[in-house]
């Protein structure tokens, strides 16, 4: 089993639209939690942290489960600049080692 | 633009070659990390390196090796080339027990092996 699994799409969905990411991870140890995002074949930037209470940055929305290690983002109002692949984050904690899911992939068409 | 540079962007190599990749790090920052992205997957941990000594290392067979430098660049050294080692490589820099949210990412080596 991963250590981090997430759907891998792709998610096509037209400007406007609200759409979900979901994602699972198996150490019940992890610490911190964040969601990336990739542009093609470009370095992954940091999109926001996840924290247990929930966070919101502008028309993202990230929340974290513990219990049931589940972390998610949604997206509201798509934009076409939106399209790229997300990538959901955990790390363990002590040094700086990331773990990162496969991605899913969005694609926000006209 | 993370300050974060890699070099060479690109490279091609063949089967049992060997390859070393350079990563400078942001000004003041003395941690570097490597990660391996193969394609259609995240990148995986590969190791860390901390006033010039591995601190931490991922699943990676020891022909994987790095080095850091006094001014806290780093290479990543591949021995004995193998077709799926081609991938996007990427150096990460960040201060000593710095939170997560301050890894800076550079934009990568696409190394290619035929």
């Known amino acids: 089993r991963k250590e981090v699994e997430q759907d891998p799409g792709p998610f096509n969905v037209p400007e406007g639209a609200t759409v979900a990411f979901n994602c699972t991870y198996s150490?019940?140890?992890?610490?911190?939690f964040f969601w990336y995002r990739q542009d093609c074949r470009k370095e992954p930037k940091l999109l926001m942290s996840?924290?247990?209470s929930g966070n919101e940055d502008g028309r993202f929305t990230a929340q974290l489960n513990r219990a049931s290690q589940y972390i998610s983002l949604l997206i509201r109002d798509s934009k076409l600049s939106d399209s790229a692949t997300y990538l959901c984050?955990?790390?363990?904690?002590?040094?700086?080692?990331?773990?990162f899911g496969a991605g899913t992939r969005l694609a926000v068409h006209p | 633009e993370t300050g974060v540079t890699q070099s060479p962007t690109h490279l091609i190599k063949t089967r049992g070659q060997q390859v070393t990749l350079r990563c400078s790090s942001q000004?003041?920052?003395?941690?570097v990390s490597w990660y391996q992205q193969a394609l259609g997957q995240g990148p995986q941990f590969i190791f860390q390196?901390?006033?010039?000594?591995?601190?931490g290392r991922g699943n990676f067979p020891p022909r994987f090796s790095g080095l850091q430098f006094p001014n806290y660049s780093s290479e990543l050294n591949v021995n004995a080339l193998e077709l799926d080692d081609s991938a996007l490589y990427l150096c990460?820099?960040?201060?000593?027990?710095?939170?997560?949210?301050?890894?800076?990412f550079g934009s990568g080596t696409q190394l290619s092996v035929l």
């Open positions: 990460a820099s960040s201060g000593w027990g710095s939170p997560n949210e301050k890894l800076f």
């Open positions: 150490n019940s140890a992890s610490q911190s």
């Open positions: 996840v924290y247990s």
């Open positions: 984050v955990v790390s363990p904690g002590g040094y700086n080692k990331l773990i």
């Open positions: 000004s003041g920052h003395n941690t």
């Open positions: 390196y901390y006033r010039e000594e591995e601190n």
